[in-house]
């Protein structure tokens, strides 16, 4: 049998910061970043508000719920951008799907 792999996140999916990051707010930067060996990855507001709700706990939903509750007036927006930058964190490695 094969196995398809999922490509979204679905709405139940609980993502969690990779061990190899870690993620804080920078004072200097006067932003969330993303530490690493061999850098550092500042992150805009979206990203950061995103990111800090990566915690194992939350699920998508619970995140697109948080996140049109604090930035109201679109919700489809809100809701589509949490996707697509999920999707992208997920594939610079930076998040890692929880079990």
């Keep these: 049998m094969t196995e398809i ?7 139940t999916d609980r993502y969690g910061v990779n061990p190899m990051y870690l993620f804080r707010w920078e004072d200097t930067q006067n932003a969330y970043v993303l530490l690493y060996p ?3 990855v ?3 507001q979206t990203a950061g508000e995103i ?15 948080e996140l049109q509750q604090s930035f109201p007036g679109d919700d489809e927006r809100v809701a589509d951008g949490v996707y697509r930058f999920l999707e992208v964190f ?4 930076w998040i890692r799907r929880q079990a």
């Design 5 to 11: 792999k999922q490509n979204h996140p679905a709405a």
């Design 38 to 40: 061999e850098g550092i």
């Design 42 to 44: 500042k992150l805009n």
């Design 51 to 65: 990111i800090k709700r990566c915690d194992g706990e939350h699920t998508v939903a619970d995140m697109v719920i």
């Design 90 to 93: 997920r594939a610079k490695g």
